[in-house]
Each structure stands twice: as C-alpha cells, then as structure tokens.
C-alpha cells in the first residue's frame, strides 16, 4: 500500500477502503467477500456497521434512526428478515444527556418500525476532543426465508438494473445541514428501512443481485459489480431519478450524483424478461419513483454513463469519496 | 438523571453504566438484561462491545487482541461455543497503516487461537483529532452445545464464588503503560480467550453462573449479583490471588484490586458440594491459580470483604471507575 498513514478517503466506501479490505483485511481475516455482512449457518446473515454523520441531526433522519436502517438494509440486502440489532455507543464526554436520549429515543422508533428486537449493546465514553459526540456501531443478524442467493455470481449480460427512487438525497441532506446553503425547504435524507419492500419482491429468481447504494452511490455499486464479474455496465442518465433540487445542489457544488450516499435507496439486478420486478416495486410507498436505469453487458468494459446528450460517460471507481462523514 | 452530561464515569461499566442503561436503554429498547450479549433462538448468543482502550499496545496485549477475546470471553460466559466475528472499525485519520496492520494482525492471530473466524467487518475514518488513533467494536456470534441456562436466577444461598486467577493484572499493566511506573518487568495483561476453560467446565449443573470481570473488577460483579438476587457476598480477602507486585502498585496509587479490570478472568458460582469445579478449573492453564474466593450468603446484605484482619470491610458498588478507557 503506498499510502503510509490512514486518510479519510480510506473511510469513504470506495476505492481506497475496497484497497484497505483487499490488501489488509481479508488475506488475514475469514471474510468471504468484500461486504460487510456474512452468512453463518445455513439461513443465517449476520452484520456490522459503524455511524460518525456528522451532524449527528439532519433533515429527514439522525445518526440513531441511520444506525438501526442501515444495519436493516445491510440484511435486507442478503435477502434476510432483519430480526435483531446489538447497539454499541462510543460517546464523548460531555455529550448531553438530552442528546443521548433522543438518539436512544430514535433508535428505538426506528427498530419498532423495522420489526426489529435491540437485545444487547455496550457503552463506551472517551475524553472530550477524542470522539465527535458519538459513535454508534450497530450489528445485527437476520434469516433467511429459503435457501436464497443473491450474488454478483449471478449476474448475466443482458440483466437490467433497478433503482426504487431517487438518488443524492442523504448527501445532499447532510452536507446542507453541516454548511446551511440556505436551501428552502432543506433537502431530507431519504434514510428508510428496505426489508419490506425487499420481501416483496422475493424470493424470485430473476432478482440476481441486490445492493443499497451507501458510501460511493450507485457508482460504487457498478464498479464493485464490474470488478467481480467483469461485465460492463451502462447506466441511462434520462431514467435515473434526481430531484431538480438535488441536481440543483450538486451542478452548484460540483458533485456527480452518481457517487453520492444514500440511505433509502437500492439497486437490482435482475434478468430481462419482462417488467414485474419494476411493477413489484412501484406499489410498495418506498418504490413509487422505482426505474430501470442501466443494463448490464459486454459491450463496453466499465461502467458508462449514456448522457442526455447520447455520449457514453465513463464513470470509474474512485479512490475517494468528496464528502467525509456521510453516515 | 441528574447528571446532564455525560461523563467518563458514564463508561466505566460500574454504577453510573448501570444508572444509563437501567434509565435511558432498558425502557426503550428490548434487552432483556443488563448484559451486553443476549440469547437468540434456541440455541445462539449474539453479543457486542466497543474498545477505546488506550494506549493500543501495551505489555501482554493490545486493543486488536483484546476486541477478540473480551467478545470470545462474553459468548463463553452464556456457555455458548464461539463461532464467528465481525469487525467494525473507527480510525483516526493520520493513523500509520503500519498500525494499522499491526492490530488487524494481532486481531486475526487471537481469532485463530480461539477458533473463531472474522467473517464480516466495517471501516469508518474520523477526521484528526475526532478520535485517537483506532477505535475496535467487535460483535460475536457463539452456539450453546446443548439446553443449558447460566443466570444469577440460579444463584442460590451457599453458592460458592470461584475466580480462575489473580485479579487487577490487566489494569495495572494499562495504567502503567500509559504513565510509565519504571516498574522492572512491566506488569503484563492477563488478555486471554476463557472458552476452553469454560467448555472444560459445562455443562454442569451445578454451575449456576460465570462471568468475566471486566470493567469494575470483581467487586462490580458482587453488586450486580447482589442488585439481581438480594442476596448478600462475602469475599475472602485472603483467598483472592494478587499478585505481590501488582499489589504494590495498587498500594503506592489508593486503588483496590477488586474494583480493577481484567481481561482474562472469569467468576464462577456453583453450588458448593465438592471441590471438583474447582479441581477442573486448575487443570486449564488459565486456570492454573483457581481458588474460592467467597460464598453467597443471607446473613449480610450487600457486597463485604471479610479482611485479614477478620473483619467485614463494605465493597459497594461504585460509580465510577478511577481509571477511564482501560478496554
């Protein structure tokens, strides 16, 4: 590894973290992929997931509702029924009482939402100016209804790509939160709990692949899915969903919306045969915007972006992600 | 709660812990105990816990080892078989990837020595000065081998108190390695993995309850057995292996072995009709300076020392450890 010292980029969920995980971690852990969940017995997914947003209050959502979705999507994800979360808080001296209980207070709002049980946890404090407020680990283990896969193995030329709505707006969320752009009414976080709307939709075996686009968006997810299977992918601009406002924030800032966290949000991959899988999601309330918005194929080598303008963009892994501290 | 902050005392697993989970956790969330591992389904425990400890090596372990076995220790505690890892990890940016792969080095040989694997895991990177250097949350899944319940439920009156070894070595050698004591040879933390000792033991009925003493030593356990059966304990000063040089240290600093951390040593209450637990015990290397350390009793109520002078000194429950950030 040429870098010497641990920077922020290594935490971004892209390039230089997938390099930490290839060269570091897994040639000495067990870790059968570069996820971050894993299957333990033969219907049983189990995860784990550290939260530092910063703020740890943002329109739409808030660390401890993010800690308790996230490590839900992370199951729904392997197809799993989330069933039980363990809640592990690193607090900073000093964090006041009234903060830590709504945290606690969302969590819980967020588990009942999700059906799911907080069993355990563990709390730590650190001197003030070693923490940022708090830290929050969630774990947490699911099962699966059938013996079930979903893999990048699966995936095949041909297969299209599925989004339940639109991208950019955790980000976007936070950011306007950390630095007030002043945007009226502030843009929300779409943090939202996917089992449901993913139970819907299986077990079907034309779904090959599911992934929540976090840390590095959706481009991440296609390069990850290149990497592993070395079929090329080409994502439609004018079928993937943006809200003007968030378009409206990135073309400001100069972010492509393409590599943006979100928290709601999940793509599919899945065979071509027909549109019942997009139908399928369109009438759960969290796939009302679903769309097809990409093809997987041999025809190019990478992932592409067909612009408006009929071009093809390439849009490669990157090495780091422009804004720290997303979830 | 009074408090409106939190403080460091907040962490230290002794009253002002309890005080946070019995007032903000438990009413919200669905713990079934105060306990940081819990059982799920018929068979599994699934457990969790942060390290901040600091420094991150010190003589006889470091935090990445420690993360392995304090969650090794917390599965075999319930009895159960340890199985699977995960991995979460909080790094302070400008940490030396040299570090870095040290601890995870260090993480995957203890995992090999307990014959439990790393299968999934998470890396989030804080801005300097938001963290301090790494911070490890590892969560667990272990399997009970058969029908089996360790709860202070089964304590009873005239249960003995069994300890696999000498107290206070693990917090000695932190505090000495965090302020260098000069002491020749550095006192070496007594981190290790309980689980075979544990298997050596279980099932047995007359096993009642184990757990480790961590945070708040011994003492924090006495009180927590106390808080949960009302029924009183009282330790043999005599009989609780110290030994002579950590002893000294805690004589030159105020502090008492039975508050101190370990990382390496298990409680046990069985019910007293023979030895053989305890010849059992001493078979194990860990296990090698076992003894009797007291009995659980209706004559006091609350937690005593019977000292060597023959008196009953009170061991209360205390709110704070003296020594933040000891694992």
Known sequence: MSAEIITLGHGSGTGLTRKLILEIFQPLFAMPS???????????????????????????????????????????????????????????????????KKIAGSIASAARKADVKVVAGDTKVVEKGRGDGIYITSSGIGYLPCDLELSTRLIRKGDMILINGTIGDHAIAVINARNDFGLTPAPQSDCAPLHEIVSNLLPDKD????????????????????????????????????????????????????????????????????EHILRKMRKHPLGRAAAIIGEVTDSVKGVYLRTLMGGLRPCPMIESDPLPRIC
Chains 1, 2 share one sequence.
């Open 34 to 100: 570069l996820e971050d969940a894993a299957q333990v017995g033969e219907r049983t997914i189990i995860t784990t997931d550290s939260y530092v947003v910063k703020p740890l209050f943002f329109p739409g959502s808030d660390i401890g509702e993010l800690a308790v979705n996230g490590t839900v999507n992370d199951l729904a994800m392997k197809g799993a029924r989330p069933a039980f979360l363990m809640i592990s808080m690193i607090i900073e001296e000093g964090l006041p009482m009234a903060t830590l």
């Open 207 to 274: 779904i090959h692949f599911l992934r929540d686009a976090t840390r590095g968006g959706i481009a991440a997810i296609m390069n990850e899915v290149y990497a592993e299977t070395g079929l090329g992918i080409i994502l439609e601009e004018e079928r993937i969903p943006v809200r003007r406002e968030i378009e409206a924030v990135c073309e400001m800032l100069g972010l492509d919306p393409l590599y943006l966290a979100n928290e709601g949000k999940m793509t599919v991959f899945c065979q071509n045969n027909d």
